[in-house]
C-alpha cells in the first residue's frame, strides 16, 4: 500500500491560555484562528477532522471554508480530562500532585481526571479508523503526543520532549500494514 500523509496540528490560543484545558470547552480566539489557517496554506489534504471541542472545531472550519473540504468531528481527538484542575493555572495545582502527573500521567493522573493510557487508546482507535488519505487532524497537544507515542513508539518522557505551541504542525508520512512505517517530515512551531 502506497503512503499518506497525516497532518496533526494544534488548535489556535484560546481565550484563558496557559491553563490545563482538557474537557473545558474555551474557544480560540480570532488571532488563534487565523494562525492555524496561515498555518495550513499549501496542505493538500482530502480530508479534515477535529475534536468536537470549539478551540480545535472552530479552527478547523475556518481552514476547511475556502477549500469546500467538510469537517468531521471524532471527539477521540479531545485533550486529556484534567478532571478537577481542568480549568485551572497549573501555578494553583499541589506542585508535588502536578510532578508525579507529569513523571507518570498513568499513575498519576489529575483527581477525577482521564489516565494517560485512556487518551493514548481513544486516539489509536481513531487513527485506526482514519482512511489512508492525506487528512489533517485539529486537535489538542496531549492528543498529538498520545498519536506520536502511537504512531512512532515513543514513551511518555519522549513526547514530553515535543515542544507543541497553538498551532504547531506535525507531518507524517504513513506506510500503512502489517509492519506500519511511519516517518516525521515536519514540525513547524
Not at 51 to 65: M, P
Not at 111 to 129: F, H, I, K, M, T
Amino acid at each position: 500500500m502506497s503512503a499518506h500523509t497525516l497532518y496533526l496540528m494544534r488548535h489556535g490560543a484560546p481565550h484563558v491560555a496557559g491553563r490545563l484545558l482538557g474537557r473545558t470547552d474555551d474557544s480560540a480566539t480570532e488571532a488563534g484562528i487565523a494562525a492555524c489557517v496561515a498555518r495550513a496554506q499549501g496542505l493538500a489534504v482530502e480530508r479534515i477532522v477535529t475534536s468536537d471541542l470549539a478551540r480545535a472545531s472552530a479552527c478547523a472550519e475556518a481552514i476547511c471554508r475556502p477549500r469546500g473540504v467538510s469537517v468531521a468531528v471524532d471527539p477521540r481527538w479531545r485533550e486529556l480530562d484534567f478532571g478537577a484542575w481542568d480549568g485551572l493555572a497549573p501555578a494553583t495545582v499541589d506542585p508535588t500532585e502536578l510532578a508525579a502527573f507529569y513523571d507518570d500521567p498513568d499513575a498519576s493522573p489529575p483527581p477525577g481526571g482521564e489516565r494517560w493510557s485512556a487518551l493514548q487508546a481513544r486516539v489509536a482507535q481513531a487513527l485506526a479508523a482514519m482512511p489512508p488519505v492525506p487528512t489533517l487532524v485539529l486537535t489538542h497537544g496531549g492528543a498529538m503526543r498520545a498519536a506520536l507515542a502511537e504512531l512512532c513508539g515513543f514513551d511518555r518522557r519522549q513526547i514530553w520532549a515535543f515542544d507543541l505551541p497553538y498551532a504547531a504542525l506535525i507531518s507524517l508520512r504513513i506506510w500503512p500494514g502489517p509492519t506500519r512505517t511511519v516517518q516525521i517530515v515536519g514540525l513547524a512551531t
